[in-house]
Every structure is written in C-alpha cells, then in structure tokens.
C-alpha cells in the first residue's frame, strides 16, 4: 500500500451541494496523497514530541530536581498532564468545531496547537523547579491535543467513507513511527533531556508544515455556526446513549479495548524483571528486552494497521475486523499470562501488535460513521477520545491491584484479555454500520 493509491480530485471548498457547505456535508471525493501525507506528518510530530517526554525526558527531568522523590515528581507531572489531556481534546475539538475562520476549521488549531507545545516543550528545558515543570507539561499536552482534535476531525470532514480506513490505517501508521522518533530523540541526547525538549519541539514543527500548506481546509459560513450559548455549549459534551445508542457503544469499545491493552503494557519492565526474569534465565537487561519488545510491537502495528485499514475499506465491512483484531489482542494477553518467558514475550509482543493495529484502524473509520452530526465532528471524536484517555489512569491502578493482591501477572493478563474480549462483544451491538 502507498499513497499513490488514493488518487482523486479534491472538491473546491467554495461549492456548495443541496444547500449545505461542503465544511457540513459528506464528503465524496477522495482525498489526495499529498493530503494524506500531511495528516500522517501531523500525527507524528504530535507523537514524536509527546512521548519522548513521557518515554524517557520527564524522567530524567524528575531526578535531576530530587532523585529520592523522582518517583512521586513524575506521578505528578503526568497525572496533571493526563487530567488537562482529558478536558482539552474534546474542548478543543468543540471551539474548532465553530471556528469559521477563512483559513478552515481545523488549521488554526493546528497552528496555534503546534506553537503553543512547541513553546511549551523549549520552556521545560529551563524549567527551574517542579511546579514550573508541571505547569509547562500541562501547556504542552494543551497544545498536542488541540492538533490532535483538529486533524482527526478533518479526516471525517474530507475523506469519504469508502477511503476512511486506509487513511486511519496510514494515520495510525504516523502516531507509532512518532513514538519511536520520540524514543530515538530520548536515547540521542543520551541524559540531557533539555537538548531532547528542544528536538521534540523542533519535531512538533516540521510536522505541520505540508499540512499547512496543503489542507484544503473549508471554511465555514458564519451563517452556518449556531449562535454560543454557554449552557447548550457544555451539555453538548454529554451525547445521549439513547438518542445516539451506536455513539455510546462504539465509545464502550473504545474504552474496554484501550484498557485492556493498557493493562498488558504498563507493567512490561517489572513483567520481565519479576516474572520472566528476564536477567537470570537469559542474561539480557530487562531494559533491553523493554526496548526489542516495544520495537517488535510497533513494526507489528504499523504494518497491520495499514493493511487492516485498506482491508475494511475493500470490503466495507467494519465490525467484523473490529471483533477479530479485539480477539487477537485477547490471545496476546493469555500468551503472557500462560508463557512467562522470554519467548512468550516476543510472541505476545507481536501478536499484540498485529491485533492492535489492525484496531486502531478499522475502529477509527467505524467511529467516524456514527458520529451524531457534522457540525460537531471535533467536539465527539474528542469525546471518543476520552476512552482512549481514560484508561491511562486506571490501567495502572488495576494493574497495581492485580499483581499485588489478586494473582500476579497471570490474573492481570487474564483479566486484560477478558476486557478486551467484552470490547469485541460490544461491537455487535452497533447497528449502523456493517
């Protein structure tokens, strides 16, 4: 699969069908690859100057202001982080939504996200105590999830239903590449994270810049944003699981999905120290083994998530793929919880990756078909974005009450893969799409 196989003309933005601007109506033209290319670049500098803090600078940071309170520095920082990340990507998905400016909807959160982290990210270099430190992460995750907001809900806005799986597979393809530029960034300043916040800024940068330049972004008419209202503007945040039944499961499977797939990874360092032992069975660093377990993953979800996506779209089947690559990931986790070897892991690893980025596509193109309305494309995907949020906070208390008090790793990845499993059950309640 390559770009150059989504040709097609773009609409003007200017042309008008049924009466509805093409910024509110379905789109039926498909998206070009230059298009294509600029949404991947956007997904990975977000990812890229996201989780090079988080992987490794954060860290670093945390234990250069107090070793002995690294720990706790940390679970602050990011705690903060995540609580802003849950508000800002809906909020921002919401003021994009009603942005009518001449530039499109979604480019000035692009641009004014991209400079607000970037900003953000040079500062942390110089952050001189915690609270400081802690106030810019919080800046930083403002302004990575009004990008993020902004460029997934353009893909709804341009691409039609028929092209939404390929382009999510390449989308998903550009968040996983930028994890791992972030982990290169991190392990390239070798300890001086405050270089490493100044090359996940300049990241964040170049990958908005053919965006900008080629977004084809439409404009929408002020005559076609409702008046603000305050109250209707915040309960437009709660979306009635009655009114909008597939909006509430498809956001369901979202959650238990990403929950039990966080539940699987978020003990991995300890999983090979404690239970693999890794160091004695095999003389490796259980560090080491972190780093070829992840890089097995991330090959394993870049390739199915391309594959997966351009799949779904051939065969306009949604829910299918959606359950089998849910079911894939439930096999991932009774692998680790059955084979606590070195083996096992690598095999875990890679089923877990296969399934996952087989998910994050299709579920991604299934969710942009139930979206309630095309005026409020941004606000709901961040609403959805919350399941995806959500379990990053609770995964590690879980996670923490398994292994230490309910069975070991074997109950936790047991219990993950009976999570991920009710995701799958949950799909085939959704009735709107195939």
């Known amino acids: 699969m390559s770009l150059s196989d989504l040709p097609g003309p773009v609409p003007d933005p200017a042309v008008v069908r049924g009466g509805t601007t093409t910024a509110l109506a379905e789109p039926v033209a498909r998206v070009r690859p230059i298009w294509v290319t600029g949404v991947v ?12 803090p988080l992987q490794v600078l954060l860290a670093q940071q945390a234990a250069h202001f107090d070793a002995g309170q690294k720990e706790a520095i940390l679970a602050l920082v990011t705690g903060c982080g995540a609580a802003v990340s849950m508000v800002a990507n809906p909020l921002f998905g919401a003021m994009s939504d009603r942005t009518a400016s001449r530039f499109g909807r979604r480019v ?35 302004g990575a999830n009004a990008m993020y907001a902004a460029i997934t809900a353009a893909v709804p806005d341009r691409v039609p239903v028929p092209q939404r799986g390929t382009v999510g597979g390449l989308a998903a393809m550009g968040q996983t590449v930028g994890i791992l530029v972030g982990a290169l960034i991190a392990s390239l300043v070798a300890g001086n994270f405050a270089a490493g916040y100044w090359f996940c800024a300049a990241a964040l940068l170049a990958g908005v810049v053919l965006y900008l330049f080629k977004s084809d972004d439409q404009t929408l008419p002020p005559s076609e944003r409702p008046p603000f209202k305050m109250v209707a503007f915040l309960q437009g945040f709660w979306v009635s699981p009655k009114r909008y039944p597939d909006f509430a499961w498809a956001w369901l499977t979202r959650f238990l999905v990403s929950t039990g797939n966080h539940m699987v990874t978020i003990y991995l360092l300890y999983f090979l120290t404690d239970a693999v032992h890794l160091k004695e069975a095999e003389g490796i660093d259980p560090e080491f083994g972190v780093l070829v377990v992840t890089g097995l993953y991330a090959v394993t979800v870049i390739i199915t998530s391309v594959l997966g996506g351009r799949l779904s779209d051939r065969t306009g089947k949604r829910k299918p793929l959606v359950i089998a690559s849910s079911v894939v990931i439930a096999i991932a986790s009774l692998i680790l919880a059955f084979a606590p070897t070195w083996v096992g892991a690598i095999a875990g690893a890679l089923v877990l990756g296969i399934g996952f980025g087989a998910y994050l596509a299709v579920d991604f193109a299934l969710i942009t078909q139930v979206l309630p309305k095309a005026l409020d494309r941004g606000r709901d995907l961040g609403v959805i974005n919350i399941a995806n949020s959500l379990p990053q906070v609770l995964a590690p208390v879980i996670a923490f009450v398994f292994v230490k008090q309910l069975g070991g790793y074997v109950s936790l990845y047991v219990a993950a893969a009976i999570v991920g499993l009710l995701g799958a059950v949950f799909v085939v309640k959704i009735k709107s799409v195939d």
């Not at 670049?41 to 090079?52: D, R, S, T, Y």
């Not at 970037?118 to 106030?135: D, K, S, Y």
């Open 41 to 52: 670049l956007v997904n990975l500098g977000i990812n890229a100057a996201f989780f090079g």
């Open 108 to 142: 000035p959160w692009v641009l004014m996200g991209a400079i607000l982290g970037a900003v953000a990210l040079v500062a942390l270099a110089g952050a001189p105590n915690v609270a400081v430190m802690t106030l810019l992460w919080c800046l930083v995750q403002a």
